[in-house]
């Protein structure tokens, strides 16, 4: 049985930093990609970061390139997502997802086979 478990989230105000950390189990870790996605309140689910499985090469939303830092450790099977210079439109439920898509497919939802549960993060202005 795949499990993804988020944790990490909470309550920060703008401009602060939070770590969120996945850790899967039941799945050949190394051979998935990893990506993190959010939900906000009437909006639809959208891509923020991923990280492919063996050639290290990370992916970003343009909404989060630069203040973000998507990790992934294939020992500990564990992807973790930096969060930096935080803003209240990063308030949103942080999904992290699996799949054995090809890189092109990174930032599209449905090619995602395994999802966590989400957590909660919550930027205060």
């Known amino acids: 049985q795949v499990q993804l478990v988020e944790s990490g989230g909470g309550l920060v105000q703008a401009g602060d930093s939070l770590k969120l950390s996945c850790l899967a189990s039941?799945?050949?870790?190394?051979?998935?990609?990893m990506g993190w996605f959010r939900q906000a309140p009437g909006k639809e689910r959208e891509f923020v970061a991923a990280?492919?499985?063996?050639?290290?090469?990370?992916y970003y939303s343009h909404s989060v390139e630069g203040r973000f830092t998507v990790s992934r450790d294939n020992v500990k099977n564990m992807v973790s997502l930096q969060m930096s210079s935080l803003k209240p439109e990063d308030t949103a439920v942080y999904y992290c997802?699996?799949?054995?898509?090809?890189?092109?497919?990174?930032?599209?939802?449905?090619?995602?086979?395994?999802w966590g549960q989400g957590i909660q993060v919550t930027v205060s202005s």
């Open positions: 039941g799945l050949t870790f190394s051979s998935h990609g």
């Open positions: 997802a699996a799949t054995q898509a090809r890189s092109s497919y990174f930032r599209t939802a449905p090619y995602y086979h395994y």
């Open positions: 990280a492919s499985w063996r050639d290290g090469y990370t």
